[in-house]
């Protein structure tokens, strides 16, 4: 996960960035032309990785402003070490993409002391695209690409309360996917044209009891966990 940070101090930005600055702040897809319905797993990572101001009390301690200070007059009165903290922009971007993405979902809120399972429904699709949320120097990305996708291979649903209740899952049988394995075992990777999600059937499953499913009953799930492999 890349953190990008950027830092204003009088008429100067300072950047803070676990990579290129020049590509801080900088996704391999344009977030802006993305569709993202609020109640979904992409609304909610494009939550998660949205630009973020950091201010008033949230603003960040900058160790170059504080040090800069240090070269300035000394105050002889107090001769005390004041630390400087300004405005600032914080992102936080996927800098590898990898061959298995696992999702939790966080399914349960404060209520006064108490915590309380949520059960409302998210919308989670078939077949996934990440790049709007990777960053522009994203690793097991072929160069030039502007899509990184996933397909949907398991989910994982609980029923019940906070105290008990009962997992289930829904799995995809599917054929071996040999440039998946590629990448898992020998770090390559492989560009491909498909886009479509592997073909295969889905069971439900439930302690020693199996069902063949459609897809649709699977995207209707209330989902805890959800599983998705590369499209490479």
Not at 88 to 108: D, G, N
Not at 193 to 210: A, H, L, M, P
Request: charge should be positive; hydrophobic fraction near 35%; proline fraction near 3%.
């Amino acid at each position: 996960m890349d953190i990008s940070y950027e830092l204003d101090s009088d008429s100067k930005i300072y950047e803070v960035v676990n990579e290129d600055p020049e590509t801080a702040f900088c996704t391999l897809a344009n977030r802006e032309l993305m569709s993202t319905e609020e109640g979904s797993v992409l609304h909610c990572l494009y939550q998660f990785t949205h630009n973020e101001k950091l201010c008033e009390n949230n603003k960040l301690l900058c160790d170059v402003c504080t040090r800069r200070q240090f070269c300035g007059p000394k105050n002889s009165a107090t001769n005390a070490k004041k630390h400087i903290y300004t405005n600032a922009k914080k992102q936080m971007l996927i800098s590898l993409a990898p061959p298995v993405l696992t999702l939790h979902l966080k399914r349960f809120q404060q209520a006064g002391y108490n915590l309380q399972k949520v059960n409302k429904h998210i919308k989670f699709p078939e077949v996934m695209d990440l790049a709007p949320f990777c960053s522009v120097k994203c690793k097991n990305v072929v160069e030039g690409s502007q899509r990184v996708l996933y397909s949907l291979y398991g989910v994982v649903e609980h029923s019940g309360t906070m105290r008990s209740g009962h997992y289930i899952a829904y799995v995809k049988t599917r054929a071996a996917n040999n440039q998946l394995s590629d990448l898992v075992l020998h770090d390559k990777i492989q560009q491909t044209s498909g886009i479509e999600s592997s073909k295969g059937q889905w069971f439900y499953i439930s302690d020693t009891y199996v069902q063949a499913v459609p897809v649709s009953k699977v995207l209707s799930a209330q989902a805890y966990l959800l599983f998705y492999e590369r499209l490479l």
